[in-house]
């Protein structure tokens, strides 16, 4: 099993910047496709942005292009999402997960999953 936990959440005025930061416990993210989600209060969990860690391909949703970029780091085992020009609308919590389908937006197919991090962007 894979246990995650992110980091790097906070509170930030619009158009400010926020790294988050996902690590295992244990053992290393080769073997899987990570994602990052958020969940807005009252909203579904969903995808924003996701790294094969062998490759580094990545993908992203329309709302996040541009202004959000994930990343990995081999030698740390640590994969960033790199927030910029935050909104309002971004306010939720951030999760981190791991899924075995290479690549995937879809929820279902994350099985492991951090704890989340707040993140709260003011006006």
């Known amino acids: 099993q894979v246990q995650l936990v992110e980091s790097g959440g906070g509170l930030v005025q619009a158009g400010d910047s926020l790294r988050l930061s996902c690590a295992p416990a244990g053992r290393t993210f080769s073997r899987y496709f990570m994602g990052w989600f958020r969940q807005a209060p009252g909203k579904a969990r969903e995808f924003q942005a996701g790294i094969t860690w062998t490759t580094g391909t990545t993908y992203y949703a329309d709302s996040v292009k541009g202004r959000f970029t994930i990343s990995r780091d081999i030698v740390k085992n640590t994969v960033y999402l790199q927030m910029n020009s935050l909104k309002p609308e971004d306010t939720a919590v951030y999760y981190c997960?791991?899924?075995?389908?290479?690549?995937?937006?879809?929820?279902?197919?994350?099985?492991?999953w951090g704890q989340g991090t707040q993140v709260t962007v003011s006006s």
């Open positions: 997960a791991a899924s075995t389908r290479i690549p995937t937006m879809i929820r279902s197919d994350y099985a492991y």
